[in-house]
């Protein structure tokens, strides 16, 4: 339990990775490398876990995607998808979708 907002944010910054290409290592693969039997191939991606500063506080944001789409569809979460060959890694795979998916530009984010 966080005691206010700056509590939340100097516990991330304490914790989390500095730059996130960093957490190639870390993830399903890694801590549970019998996953790779159940699935034929693997696509690296990301997701953009936004904590937006608000006036009755810090709040995040979801995106649902639209019911129609083949994969996925209607299903809710963090912004983001697969790595494309023109990503810089993933941090920029997952702006370029947040950008995509709910119109977040990537100068509004700011990792910690």
């Given at each position: 339990?966080?005691?206010?907002?700056?509590?939340f944010?100097?516990?991330?910054?304490?914790?989390?990775?500095?730059?996130?290409?960093n957490l190639?290592?870390?993830g399903?693969?890694v801590?549970?490398?019998?996953v790779?039997?159940?699935?034929?191939q693997w696509?690296?991606?990301a997701?953009l876990?936004?904590?937006?500063e608000r006036?009755?506080?810090?709040t995040t944001?979801?995106n649902?995607?639209p019911?129609h789409?083949?994969?996925?569809?209607?299903q809710?979460?963090?912004?983001?998808?697969?790595?494309e060959?023109?990503d810089e890694?993933?941090?920029?795979t997952?702006?370029?979708?947040a950008?995509e998916?709910v119109g977040?530009?990537?100068e509004?984010?700011m990792p910690?």
């Amino acid at each position: 339990m966080f005691l206010h907002d700056a509590d939340f944010i100097e516990r991330a910054q304490r914790y989390l990775h500095a730059t996130p290409d960093n957490l190639r290592d870390k993830g399903d693969l890694v801590y549970n490398p019998d996953v790779r039997a159940f699935y034929s191939q693997w696509r690296e991606a990301a997701v953009l876990f936004c904590v937006i500063e608000r006036e009755g506080g810090l709040t995040t944001l979801l995106n649902m995607r639209p019911l129609h789409l083949k994969n996925h569809g209607g299903q809710i979460g963090f912004p983001g998808g697969k790595v494309e060959k023109t990503d810089e890694g993933p941090f920029a795979t997952a702006t370029r979708e947040a950008l995509e998916e709910v119109g977040l530009p990537p100068e509004n984010v700011m990792p910690i």
